[in-house]
């Protein structure tokens, strides 16, 4: 299994659509960086956000999911509250190949601020806008500019095809599309 380069995130994505829309090159003055880079890509965060609130003092649960928990938000910058969570979803829309497995990471930019971005593996053959978890760990509240940098994805292509794909076994998150709160198969 090898680290894919720019070269090959290049080739799979303007032919084979892997990532739409695809920013060829890294993007950097002014904002928080975005685009191709070396060993990865830099995905952006859209302007829409659900931001964890606890106004409504509901149990956050997993399994029954109550959307009061969350206030939908979407502009510009949006301001994570001291100690709080939300949620966002990449400008990009994925296509991974079946023999890939890609991982995400949160960019320095916001982890030197406290702002800590979790996003779960996109398993070979998703498709699909991301959802990105965002924490603000800090006592204060803390900006997240939409439509700029949020995270880095790593390509990583195995050495053969998987038996089972995320599509063969019809992943609940399949082709989503905007920001998706948690579901369970039923």
Not at 53 to 63: L, S
């Amino acid at each position: 299994m090898g680290l894919k380069e720019d070269r090959w995130i290049t080739d799979m994505a303007l032919p084979h659509n892997m990532i739409e829309p695809f920013c060829e090159n890294q993007v950097g003055k002014n904002v928080v960086s975005y685009g191709l880079s070396s060993y990865g890509y830099d995905i952006r965060v859209s302007n829409e956000f659900k931001i964890f609130t606890n106004i409504n003092a509901t149990v956050v649960d997993p399994k029954n999911f109550d959307e009061a928990n969350v206030v939908d938000f979407i502009g510009d910058i949006c301001i994570v509250p001291p100690n709080s969570f939300a949620l966002a979803r990449t400008v990009e829309y994925f296509r991974i190949p079946r023999d890939v497995l890609a991982i995400c990471l949160g960019k320095s930019t916001y982890a030197r601020c406290g702002i800590i971005v979790n996003v779960t593996p996109f398993e070979p053959e998703f498709e699909g806008h991301i959802t990105i978890e965002i924490s603000n760990t800090t006592p204060l509240p803390a900006k997240i500019y939409a439509n700029e940098g949020i995270a880095q994805v790593l390509f990583l292509q195995g050495d053969a095809d998987c038996e089972v794909s995320y599509k063969d076994k019809k992943g609940k998150y399949q082709k989503q599309e905007g920001i998706t709160l948690p579901r369970i198969l039923k």
